[in-house]
T-cell receptor, first 112, second 118 residues
Framework: KQEVTQIPAALSVPEGENLVLNCSFT??????LQWFRQDPGKGLTSLLL?????REQTSGRLNASLDKSSGRSTLYIAASQPGDSATYLC???????????FGKGTKLTVNP | SAVISQKPSRDICQRGTSLTIQCQVD?????MFWYRQQPGQSLTLIAT?????????ESGFVIDKFPISRPNLTFSTLTVSNMSPEDSSIYLC???????????????FGEGSRLTVL
């Protein structure tokens, strides 16, 4: 059974700090690893997708990496801002399926 | 990315009633998915809505409780039937885009429908 774990469950940092969010998965037959952002009471916004053949993806201040051998992905946020405050979710799919298995998320608070 | 609209955005419902949630996409998509997010929990897939055939349900979810329609490639509905307080959740519609240079398997979500059952 696929399981996705995110640690820590919550993180509070001062504005301007660089930070790393962690995601681990049990299924090595990963196809895609996708990071999302969820604001309170809202839907999910896709941030980055890493395909199994890739090691990392970057978008602006965000960088996501994927290490299939260790079953880990990280989301690096540079120069954090209060507007980055949200819950960050990672999710994986297996090959041949577009069904996502989600972690429980990391709730990030960036303090001004 | 696609524009995915869900209605209603939120509702308060009485126990024993049913509610239908609509999902409209601004482009044709092959597969649409319905997820549930219970309070404090992550997202769980309810079913895959297939155009022209019955939905495919995940373990623990049944058609009688969560009937799904998919009349065309841009629209789907999810009904939550005979609701109880345990059905209080955010219900989210999701689609995969195969056009516009997007990588295969990237999924996009609607804003969600927050249901509270009293």
């Amino acid at each position: 059974k696929q399981e996705v774990t995110q640690i820590p469950a919550a993180l509070s940092v001062p504005e301007g700090e660089n930070l790393v969010l962690n995601c681990s998965f049990t299924d090595s037959a990963i196809y895609n690893l996708q990071w999302f952002r969820q604001d309170p009471g809202k839907g999910l916004t896709s941030l980055l997708l890493i395909q199994s053949s890739q090691r990392e993806q970057t978008s602006g201040r965000l960088n996501a990496s994927l290490d299939k051998s260790s079953g880990r992905s990280t989301l690096y946020i540079a120069a954090s801002q209060p507007g980055d405050s949200a819950t960050y979710l990672c999710a994986q799919t297996q090959g041949g399926s577009e069904k996502l298995v989600f972690g429980k998320g990391t709730k990030l608070t960036v303090n001004p | 990315s696609a524009v995915i609209s869900q209605k209603p955005s939120r509702d308060i419902c009485q126990r024993g009633t049913s509610l239908t949630i609509q999902c409209q996409v601004d482009s044709q998509v092959t597969m649409m998915f319905w997820y549930r997010q219970q309070p404090g929990q992550s997202l769980t897939l309810i079913a895959t809505a297939n155009q022209g055939s019955e939905a495919t349900y995940e373990s623990g979810f049944v058609i009688d409780k969560f009937p799904i329609s998919r009349p065309n490639l841009t629209f789907s509905t999810l009904t939550v039937s005979n609701m109880s307080p345990e059905d209080s959740s955010i219900y989210l519609c999701s689609v995969a885009l195969q056009t516009g240079g997007r990588p295969p398997g990237e999924l996009f979500f609607g804003e969600g429908s927050r249901l509270t059952v009293l």
